[in-house]
């Protein structure tokens, strides 16, 4: 199994700036992907962010150029770097890992508890 653990959630104003974190443990070898998700009131979870373990990155067309997702392989850390924040980022932000587990790609998906991430306009 893989335990995931969110910090650095919090309360920011328009245009501000946060990091999110995300601490991984357990049989963290498998893990392929780490992604960020968010869901905000009533609405689905939406991915965010996606690294892969060779440090390919993909993101949502709402957060291009805004966020940037990097991950520490070494110390089994994921981060999410969130800049010009506006209202409608705000959300639960969930760190997700995906660990392979067979030699078929067949995967598993693992998730943190969440983070509430709050803009004030």
């Known amino acids: 199994q893989v335990q995931l653990v969110e910090s650095g959630g919090g309360l920011v104003q328009t245009g501000g700036s946060l990091t999110l974190s995300c601490s991984a443990s357990?049989?963290?070898?498998?893990?392929?992907?780490f992604s960020w998700y968010c869901q905000a009131p009533g609405k689905q979870r939406e991915l965010v962010a996606t690294i892969s373990s060779g440090g390919s990155t993909t993101y949502a067309d709402a957060v291009k150029g805004r966020f940037t997702i990097s991950r520490d392989n070494a110390k089994n850390l994921m981060y999410l770097q969130m800049n010009n924040l506006k209202p409608e980022d705000t959300a639960v932000y969930y760190c997700?890992?995906?660990?392979?587990?067979?030699?078929?790609?067949?995967?598993?998906?693992?998730w943190g508890q969440g983070t509430q991430v709050t803009v004030s306009s």
């Open positions: 357990g049989r963290t070898y498998n893990i392929n992907n």
């Open positions: 997700n890992a995906r660990a392979i587990v067979n030699v078929e790609g067949a995967y598993r998906d693992h």
